[in-house]
């Protein structure tokens, strides 16, 4: 049976209320934390008592305290609630997108740390800008048709194209622009671009392909034995596993060395012994360890929302690379020369389904220090799942050279990446060297797991760090404070473990 390698993508919408200011007590203590270029990212401390029905009325009004701190004379008419959630002691995340006229500035957003009416603190990224429009020439339609004629591709789209009308900073002023998604497997290199299309003219103003090209670790391919969870249907056994608490279930396909249809793994005997089936084997088992591990960080999948992981093997000829789309797992075989087949590698799965959960709670942009964030959260994640050791892609890395990897975490340098900001590399290759300065904050995960001698609550702190505490345009200094954040919520600000992370940090030159 065939399935075409298409999910439907589904856009939420922006929750639109408007809410009646209050004006609390004056702050009792304050602090505003800014990076190396003097920007206000995080204002902590006791800023004060709001009111509000909701914690989505509260966090507006939370904002009225901290205007003059960020740049903003009043919330009301600057921003819009986008979600809102409690963590574990019962603290208020509330997160807010900037607008102008309504539509929301790409990647400014705010989140309002709130108990009981208490502004423990605020997150976030604001901007005084001028709109260029307030409304577009261009149709979300004809704006997607520019996005995928630009790209260079003229094959079957994974998905259709969507679009979102959004403004996008550019200097002090704010462009109106389409956000479109565009998405192919298909093709030699495939692609899951996000294109911004000036709604006014029609250019395209940046494009960003978020696919990452990297890999991990590996069994099952290795030729070792795996318990795997499988459905029975009409005498034949499918890599289908319904055995956990999710509304949805994993999923393993065969591409068959094609690039856009998946077909079904099929077992007369439940004993998955073919060598066609091994890459099949370790995609899917490796799906349910990651999940097993969000779930024990209290999260349902990679979108909090039980859906389905779907993974895709075998995917075109001798591929070196494994990818999250935006909606799926793909694996390559490999040549046999760069990497073997990339499915056989638990810290590869672990790494590319993180992608998956940061797009859903942070979001962070896959350019320059939040890019470099993005793929160091995966391998710090990765890392932990794996746990054997503190290297990157070293089980289906060159298999005719022992004892090499992708990257370390404990020694960056090994594999051509900076360990502290005094090396950090200024490029405009890899989307900013997301993949080379992620070595920064890796190196920071691994001083502190290793200085608190758990890299288990060291995932954590970095998972509730991305959760409550990390906003799309984070950098470096915005993750040391969301991280500090987020451990101080956990264990609390007295901790050894946050003394240990603040060193931590600072000894990679984030401060």
């Known amino acids: 049976m065939n399935k075409k390698l298409i999910v439907t993508f589904v856009m939420s919408s922006l929750v639109a209320t408007a809410f009646a200011g209050f004006a609390g007590a004056a702050p009792l203590d304050k602090q505003a934390i800014k990076d190396e270029k003097g920007k206000v990212h995080n204002v902590q401390g006791k800023l004060g008592k709001v009111a509000g029905a909701t914690a989505e009325e509260r966090a507006l009004n939370g904002l009225d305290l901290v205007g003059q701190d960020f740049g903003f004379a009043k919330a009301k008419g600057n921003f819009k609630v986008k979600a809102s959630h409690n963590d574990e002691n019962g603290l208020a995340h509330t997160k807010l997108d900037q607008v102008i006229n309504g539509i929301k500035v790409l990647d400014h957003q705010m989140i309002v740390h709130e108990l009981k009416g208490d502004v423990q603190g605020v997150t976030g990224d604001f901007a005084a800008l001028t709109p260029n429009a ?136 439940n004993k998955w012994t073919a060598t066609t089936h091994r890459a099949g084997v370790d995609a899917h088992y490796y799906a349910g360890i990651v999940f097993d591990y969000y779930k024990g960080l209290g999260r349902n999948s990679y979108d909090n929302a039980g859906s389905s992981i779907y993974s895709y093997t075998h995917y075109s000829t001798n591929y070196n690379n494994a990818y999250w789309d935006g909606a799926e797992m793909v694996y390559g075989d490999g040549d046999g020369v760069q990497f073997r087949s990339l499915s056989g590698a638990k ?56 004892g090499d990897a992708l990257r370390s975490m404990s020694n960056p340098a090994l594999y051509g990446q900076p360990a502290t900001m005094s090396a950090y590399v200024n490029t405009t290759s890899d989307n900013g060297g997301v993949h080379t300065n992620s070595g920064i904050p890796n190196k920071a995960f691994y001083n502190f797991a290793t200085a608190i001698g758990s890299r288990t609550i060291a995932g954590k702190v970095w998972y509730v760090a991305s959760r409550d505490y990390m906003t799309s345009s984070t950098n470096f200094s ?34």
Not at 140 to 156: E, I, M, Y
Not at 386 to 400: A, F, H, K
Not at 494 to 509: D, H, I, M, P, Q
């Open 347 to 402: 810290d590869v799965v672990a790494h590319e389904l993180t992608h998956a959960v940061t797009e859903t709670t942070s979001a962070l942009v896959y350019s320059n220090q939040s890019g470099a964030l993005n793929e160091s959260w995966s391998d710090a994640q990765a890392s932990v799942v794996d746990g054997d050791d503190w290297n990157i892609g070293e089980d289906v890395y060159t298999p005719g050279t022992a």
């Open 134 to 269: 307030t409304s577009a020439a261009l149709t979300g339609l004809q704006a997607a048709d520019k996005a995928v004629a630009s790209t260079g591709f003229t094959g079957q789209l994974s998905r259709p194209a969507t679009s979102e009308l959004t403004y996008v900073a550019q200097g002090n002023q704010a462009v109106l622009a389409y956000k479109v998604n565009v998405a192919y497997n298909a093709a030699a290199e495939p692609a899951n671009w996000q294109i911004l299309v000036d709604a006014v003219n029609g250019t395209v103003i940046s494009s960003i392909n978020t696919i990452d090209h990297v890999a991990g670790t590996g069994t099952g391919v290795l030729g070792d034995t795996k318990t795997i969870q499988t459905t029975l249907k009409s005498g034949s056994y499918y890599l289908e596993d319904h055995s956990k608490s999710m509304t949805g279930d994993i999923e393993t396909y065969d591409m068959k060395n094609g690039t856009t249809s998946g077909y079904y793994y099929t077992d007369a005997d």
């Open 478 to 511: 915005g993750a040391r404070a969301a991280t500090l954040s987020a451990v101080g919520a956990l264990y609390g600000t007295t901790s050894t473990y946050y003394t240990s992370l603040k060193t931590a940090w600072s000894n990679v030159g984030v401060n």
